[in-house]
């Protein structure tokens, strides 16, 4: 059966510091890799996806960057983290193919002060 | 611009009633359309998934119906419990589209 993983599960981050959060899937081959955040009391915004290994696709303009350095591993950077970055990140698997559902990760609690 | 709107935005209801929650969508060209529950801190888990052909789809309690003539879609809940707690989120997907488009859910209050 196939698993994600995430972590950390929660961070405190300063304004300013790097960020990297960590994805990887087991038990499937070239899955669709995804990005989301999540802010309190607002709905899922997908930040980056990817089909393949090095394929990155942005959705929304920012300071953070999206690596798939692995086929199933995707991991979410920050090279200076602002107050707005606070929220739950959520990472998503799904089969290759545009019609396959989304299997959610339990997510990343990050909080930046 | 595809969109999905989901109403009410919140709801409260005591256990063991019924409720109905609503989300209408402008998604174009359709493919399918999922419900899924997101407990509180944790990643959402599909409910269902109905395709343009399908017009309702059971899972224990919870009960869908799609029509795609006016591109809205329900989840209805039967005989509450505590545990259905959560935000219930519509998504959409299009044809040929690796993304699909969320909606902002609707958080619902279960008490007893």
């Known amino acids: 059966s196939q698993t994600i993983h995430q972590w950390p599960a929660t961070l405190v981050q300063p304004v300013g510091s790097p960020l990297s959060l960590e994805c990887t899937v087991e038990g499937t081959s070239n899955p669709n890799l995804y990005w989301y955040r999540q802010a309190a009391g607002r709905g899922l915004q997908l930040l980056f996806y990817s089909v393949g290994i090095g394929q990155i696709s942005s959705e929304v303009p920012q300071n953070l960057s999206a690596s798939r350095p692995q086929d199933r591993q995707f991991i979410l950077s920050s090279k200076k983290l602002l107050l707005s970055d606070s929220g739950f990140y959520l990472c998503a698997w799904s089969l290759a193919g545009e019609v396959g559902e989304q299997y959610f990760g339990p997510g990343t609690r990050l909080t930046v002060t | 611009k595809n969109q999905v709107e989901q109403s009410p935005q919140s709801l409260i209801i005591l256990e063991g009633k019924n409720c109905t929650l609503q989300?209408?969508?402008?998604?174009?060209?359709?493919?399918?359309l999922r419900w899924y529950k997101q407990d509180t801190g944790r990643g959402p888990v599909s409910l269902t998934i109905m395709t343009f052909s399908e017009n309702t789809k059971s899972n224990g309690r919870y009960t869908a119906t799609l029509d795609a003539d006016t591109k809205q879609s329900s989840l209805h809940i039967t005989a509450s419990q505590l545990s259905d707690s959560a935000s219930y989120i519509c998504?959409?997907?299009?044809?040929?589209?690796?993304?699909?488009?969320f909606g902002r859910g609707t958080s619902l209050i279960v008490h007893p």
């Open positions: 989300c209408n969508y402008t998604v174009s060209p359709f493919s399918n």
């Open positions: 998504v959409v997907r299009s044809g040929g589209s690796y993304i699909p488009t």
